[in-house]
């Protein structure tokens, strides 16, 4: 990609952007979080968008540290907390234990970890990549649901509206600032998916 040359302000402002986006994403699944808390129940909801924030966070983190990426690193380093508190709490009040979820999460941190170790952020990135799309996407778990209901009762609003919020963010600093495909090749994937999303809710209304 031929890199634009944009005035400091601009650059400035994308490196904020992202960041503040992806906190206010990680403040939509607390929110989240919060109402699992208060209903002492997960209702309809799935335990992978926050299964897929934690995961993403720490991939991210080791990802930011190597490149020695600020703007990457540290709202990442905020999500490991915020990812692993609201899963915490979808399990507490879940009927059932995520096994499989744990087991592909605890395998995919390992082996991040293991690439930290090794140095290897080509790697690590590509694999962030993926948890990033998936990350996304993941509140369309309930699509299927919410396109046989004609409902988006199980579609949190304010999840998909910073999911998008963020993807865009992310493209931008990634392909302008950064230059970097392993940021905006994800990012870019998942504005389709959390477009997509915020497309549901204007076919099927805001659930009451």
């Known amino acids: 990609m031929v890199l634009v040359t944009l005035p400091e302000p601009i650059i400035a402002g994308l490196k904020v ?34 299964a897929s924030l934690l995961t993403n966070c720490v991939i991210w983190t080791f990802y930011g540290y190597l490149r020695k990426d600020n703007t990457v690193f540290l709202p990442n380093a905020v999500g490991i907390l915020a990812g692993a508190g609201c899963l915490l709490t979808y399990q507490k009040y879940s009927t059932t234990f995520q096994k499989n979820i744990y087991l592909v999460i605890s395998s995919i941190i390992l082996l991040a970890t293991w690439l ?27 699509v299927g649901k919410v396109l046989k209901t004609k409902s988006t009762a199980s579609l949190p609003f304010s999840v998909s509206l910073s999911t998008w ?3 865009l963010s992310w493209t931008l600093y990634g392909a302008l600032v950064a230059n970097d495909p392993l940021i905006y090749g994800p990012n870019s994937l998942g504005l389709a998916l959390a477009s997509f999303q915020l497309a549901l809710f204007g076919i099927f209304g805001f659930a009451k």
Do not use: H, R
């Open 17 to 50: 952007a992202g960041p503040a986006f992806f906190l206010s994403m990680q403040g939509s699944s607390i929110q989240t979080a919060s109402k699992i808390f208060f209903n002492k129940s997960v209702g309809e909801l799935s335990a992978v968008p926050f």
């Open 116 to 142: 930290l170790s090794k140095g290897n952020y080509q790697l690590l990135g590509s694999i962030g990549c993926l948890i990033a799309v998936i990350l996304s996407g993941s509140p369309l778990v309930t």
């Open 165 to 167: 919020l963020n993807a």
